[in-house]
């Protein structure tokens, strides 16, 4: 009989070899998260806060006589952010999932977002019917998740060249509105009166921004946080935990803050 081979065994200074972060990530379908993502959309919880707070003074309260040019810089400022992060984030998924269970996950994110965005609308006829929201900053997310499922695949100068298109296009109907009012929800129309206005376009092309820039900012992200010295320097911070937990329940507050804002103006009776 034929002795059993034996098995192999590598040589006590042999290096083996290493797996893939990017392969095992992917094989998980597991996307990191990284904590400055939920700092600055944090950040951006804050911002709408205040900005809402600041809203509600003005027009249910005692006029803080802010110019029209503030109230819109705020809003596109703060409408920005959020988008921005939409597609980074997305670009982010896309490094870390199979084609398969990315078009599961941004679906998921859509269909969550739409139906919140359906809740605010509904709320707002409810409560607001001078001002109702027809297209808000969750319904033009949750449209812009449906344009990140088309552009996974796209090959990026599509993805640069539509992001060019969508943000002069919509800049051009901001100066220039639509006669349609039906088209309120496509871009900037005669339609009035809504307190919250974040048509297709040129918002959705913020979203197409961040997923460009991802490929160049993920790199930044994923070395910052691979330091374990980096880690341990921020992670127990105060302002640290409180931006991040705000980060990531940045949806729920967003459906909760105005309700509580209201009803505490009105307890102290700064608003009617």
């Given amino acids: 009989m034929r002795p059993l081979k034996k098995p192999l065994r590598s040589k006590p200074n042999e290096v083996q070899p290493k797996e893939s972060p990017h392969l095992s990530l992917v094989s998980k379908n597991h996307t990191p998260r990284y904590p400055e993502i939920d700092l600055l959309r944090g950040l951006a919880v804050i911002a709408m806060i205040l900005y809402h707070l600041s809203w509600d003074i003005d027009n249910m309260g005692v006029g803080l006589n802010f110019s029209q040019f503030t109230w ?36 998921r994110k859509f269909i969550r977002t739409f139906f919140a965005a359906l809740m605010v609308s509904a709320i707002s006829f409810a409560y607001m019917p001078r001002t109702p929201i027809y297209f808000g900053i969750l319904h033009c997310i949750s449209a812009s998740y449906l344009a990140l499922i088309v552009y996974q695949k796209a090959p990026r100068p599509l993805v640069l060249a539509s992001t060019i298109l969508i943000l002069v296009l919509g800049n051009y109907f901001y100066f220039n509105p639509l006669q349609n009012p039906q088209l309120f929800w496509f871009a900037m129309s005669d339609f009035k009166g809504m307190a919250d206005y974040y048509p297709f376009l040129p918002w959705s092309g913020v979203a197409l921004l961040g997923y460009f820039c991802g490929k160049y900012l993920s790199p930044i992200l994923k070395e910052r946080n691979s330091k374990e010295e980096f880690l341990k320097q921020n992670k127990n911070k105060p302002h640290h935990k409180t931006l991040t937990f705000l980060g990531k329940h940045s949806l729920i507050i967003y459906l909760v803050h105005q309700p509580i804002l209201i009803f505490l103006l009105n307890s102290l009776g700064v608003i009617n």
């Fill in 72 to 107: 819109d810089m705020g809003a596109t400022l703060i409408g920005s952010t959020f988008l921005f992060l939409v597609g980074l984030s997305s670009w982010i998924e896309k490094e870390n999932y199979s084609s398969a269970n990315l078009y599961k996950k941004t679906a």
